[in-house]
């Protein structure tokens, strides 16, 4: 889940607990294409999916019933190795599903024994492996140490580097300065409420209320939505939710659906052959990669609450015996 990066408001007084605000707007339906996107390559700009017609906005229902029951981790790399024989693509949330979350975003890293697995993974025949999360994309190549050879897609997939590609949803950094300004204020104006944190990541503003009271949470929404309310009501920016954290980014039609399906694609152009997604999260913001994928895939939800996910697991420390089975397993060439 983002990096922990979205949120989930505690005060009915707030308003910031509701299934929805106004300032979110509705996504598209997935059968109407939106606008064409491209690919930029590091060695320079080179169209190469402009054929290819995108959802603006993957379809969000807004309620989220469906409790999927816990699955061993044996059953479920079972159920991801499988029959089918299409090379598999394995994509992963960061805070929440690889890392237990920490009171502050800046002291989580990837341990080295599941660093040594998801680097196994990555190395098989026929397997893709990536991270996507609300961090920047470069924040997650270095809180990973992975290097190479995977896809790490950062604010929600907006930006996206991979394996010789680069790619940016066009308008990405058109509210940069809007967002400067208003993560300053609001930095400013939570500091005394102790267990509050603004996260600055340059093109998103996000506070952490994780580790605060209750009393200085519901202080801490207050004043969030106090400044924020303007920018939201003129469309400069968009309101993202998520797992005690409220988030600020750029108005753009885009979440963690649309980056999965944007690599699924780039991942079949590279290697000439459709994969088999598999989508690991524990956020209300992969519910989107869930739907992304539905069933041509394996969706995981990691933790207890609802999701519209077709298994679960009930921790980080699940999801690395997962992946460890997954490496143990193999992919045949």
């Known amino acids: 889940m983002g990096s922990g990066v979205a949120w989930s408001g505690t005060s009915a007084a707030t308003g910031l607990d509701r299934q929805r605000t106004d300032h979110e707007r509705p996504r598209a339906d997935l059968r109407k294409p939106g606008p064409r996107l491209r690919r930029r390559h ?3 700009q080179h169209p190469v999916h402009a054929d290819t017609a995108w959802p603006s906005r993957l ?7 469906f409790a999927p029951p816990f699955s061993t981790t044996e059953r479920l790399a079972n159920t991801i190795i499988g029959e089918d024989r299409r090379p598999l693509l394995v994509l ?9 979350f920490q009171p502050d975003p800046e002291a989580v890293f990837l341990g080295d024994g599941l660093r040594t697995t998801l680097s196994a993974l990555a190395a098989q025949p026929r397997t893709m492996v ?5 961090r920047r994309a470069d924040d997650v190549r270095r809180r990973t140490g992975l290097g190479d050879g995977l896809y790490y897609a950062g604010l929600h997939g907006m930006e996206i580097d991979g394996p010789n590609t680069r790619f940016e949803v066009p308008g990405f950094g058109a509210r940069a300065k809007e967002l400067q300004r208003l993560g300053s204020l ?6 005394p409420l102790r267990g509050a944190l603004v996260e600055n990541k340059g093109l998103a503003v996000a506070l952490h209320v994780r580790a605060a009271t209750p009393a200085d949470r519901e202080r801490a929404e207050r004043a969030f939505w106090a400044l924020a309310t303007p920018a939201l009501e003129a469309g400069d920016v ?5 797992d005690c954290v409220f988030e600020l980014l750029p108005d753009i039609a885009w979440n963690k ?5 944007w690599i699924e694609a780039d991942a079949k152009r590279a290697h000439g052959a459709p994969f088999r997604p598999v989508y690991l999260g524990d956020d209300q913001t992969d519910e989107h990669a869930f739907d992304a994928i539905d069933d041509r895939g394996v969706s995981v939800m990691v933790g207890s609450r609802p999701s519209r996910a077709r298994y679960r697991v009930p921790d980080p420390a699940a999801v690395a015996e997962l992946l460890a089975r997954l490496v143990a397993r193999g992919r045949p060439g």
């Open 238 to 242: 968009r309101l993202q939710r998520g």
């Open 257 to 261: 659906g649309d980056a999965v399906l």
């Open 42 to 44: 590091d060695v320079g």
């Open 186 to 191: 609001i930095a400013e104006t939570v500091a």
């Open 59 to 65: 379809t969000h229902r807004q309620s989220v019933t």
């Open 130 to 134: 990536g991270v996507v999360s609300g």
């Open 92 to 100: 992963t949330d960061f805070d929440g599903t690889l890392c237990e």
